[in-house]
């Protein structure tokens, strides 16, 4: 791949037809996430299924530093992942997209057509908006200046990073490169939508449905089906310790097995 050697996280499985791909959160979500994917990756391998997750370019095991990397390398590794599973023999990929994966996931569908037959999109907490995740990420940054007694917001971030200066947010370097990449994505709901099984898994300790998530859901649903499941757990990418998702794991097993042939 163009960026330089990656690590590929493998779990083979004996259907040699259709092939897994996992899009991983960013940053500390990620450290979260990580024992989960792990979990999920086995159980799929074990029901037959292979799945594959890239650590992209800059971070996780592979090579490089987050402050070379940008969010157009990680598409187009993502694509020869795919163009190397299908000279592997495979035909069919689904995908497992957690929260800033969905936001990768739909730049890819907008960007690429695929080299291999889509099957199902299953989504963990999707993000669906870049703009929003770009201000979830500073408020940490804004954060941390508070706490230090620092007055910092986010259009002075930006102005940072527009004047050509890197930015260190949470212990993860952000460079003007990444970030203006990040803002280049095509985070619209992909037109190919429609043509996907997709399902959304959701956990939440709310009673009901969150506003947000419902206007979102709404809109999906004007496309196509959505499998919309609602988990009442604690939120795995953001607990301060590693916690469970064993609902999330064997509900996400069952949809991708049970279209699996």
């Known amino acids: 791949m163009k960026s330089g050697p990656l690590f590929l996280h493998v779990?083979?499985?004996?259907?040699?037809?259709?092939?897994?791909v996992i899009l991983p959160p960013f940053a500390e979500e990620m450290n979260k996430v990580r024992h989960l994917l792990s979990d999920t990756m086995r159980k799929l391998a074990a029901a037959g299924l292979s799945c594959f997750m890239l650590d992209n370019y800059g971070t996780g095991d592979s090579e490089g530093d987050l402050d070379t990397a940008t969010t157009t390398i990680w598409r187009e590794d993502l694509l020869q992942l795919l163009s190397k599973l299908r000279d592997e023999g495979f035909e069919q990929v689904s995908?497992?997209?957690?929260?800033?994966?969905?936001?990768?996931?739909?730049?890819?569908?907008?960007?690429?057509?695929?080299?291999?037959?889509?099957?199902?999109?299953?989504?963990?907490?999707?993000m669906f908006d870049v703009t929003k995740f770009w201000q979830q990420f500073a408020r940490i940054k804004v954060a941390e200046a508070m706490a230090s007694g620092v007055k910092l917001n986010q259009k002075e971030l930006e102005q940072q990073l527009n004047d050509g200066h890197s930015l260190e947010i949470g212990g993860y370097p952000i460079s003007p490169d990444w970030y203006h990449s990040l803002l280049q994505m095509q985070f619209n709901l992909p037109v190919v939508l429609p043509q996907f099984s997709l399902s959304w898994f959701e956990t939440s300790q709310l009673d009901n449905i969150a506003i947000p998530v419902q206007k979102m859901l709404q809109q999906l649903e004007q496309q196509q089906k959505v499998n919309f499941v609602q988990l009442n757990?604690?939120?795995?990418?953001q607990t301060v310790e590693l916690a469970s998702a064993d609902a999330l794991i064997t509900l996400t097993v069952q949809q991708l097995t049970a279209g699996a042939a």
């Open 11 to 20: 779990a083979k499985g004996s259907n040699d037809n259709t092939a897994v």
């Open 233 to 237: 757990a604690e939120p795995y990418w």
């Open 95 to 126: 995908f497992i997209a957690v929260r800033f994966g969905t936001l990768q996931l739909f730049d890819l569908l907008n960007q690429h057509e695929l080299p291999l037959t889509t099957k199902q999109l299953v989504l963990w907490q999707p």
